[in-house]
């Protein structure tokens, strides 16, 4: 079974940390680009950070210097590091596979809540 399953949201005040983690089955490793989306109320859903499944790594602009991901892929977990949180941080973050080999569908974890206070 393909699941994505999210951890590590809370509230945290503005300059603060959260790390997220990401289980994902074992499938989705070898396979896919794991990344990590975000969607504020009343905004579309972007993307925050990517791990290629051949190494590459994205950042947004808005959370390059901030924000870390990682995986370890023995423990099949995808992880976002997130520093000097900002208010503009706050949303629902989902973690998500996809571009995967042999598939056009985008997994979807079912969302971790973050909310970053002034």
């Known amino acids: 079974q393909v699941q994505l399953v999210e951890s590590g949201g809370g509230s945290v005040q503005a300059g603060g940390s959260l790390k997220l983690a990401c289980a994902a089955s074992g499938y989705f490793f070898s396979r896919c680009t794991l990344a990590w989306y975000r969607q504020a109320p009343g905004k579309e859903r972007e993307l925050v950070s990517s791990?290629?499944?051949?190494?590459?790594?994205y950042y947004a602009d808005s959370v390059k210097g901030r924000f870390t991901i990682s995986q370890d892929n023995a423990k099949n977990m995808l992880y976002l590091q997130m520093n000097s949180l900002e208010t503009g941080d706050t949303a629902m973050y989902y973690c998500?596979?996809?571009?995967?080999?042999?598939?056009?569908?985008?997994?979807w974890g079912q969302g971790t809540q973050v909310t970053v206070s002034s």
């Open positions: 998500a596979a996809h571009l995967c080999l042999g598939s056009t569908t985008t997994y």
């Open positions: 791990n290629s499944r051949y190494g590459a790594t």
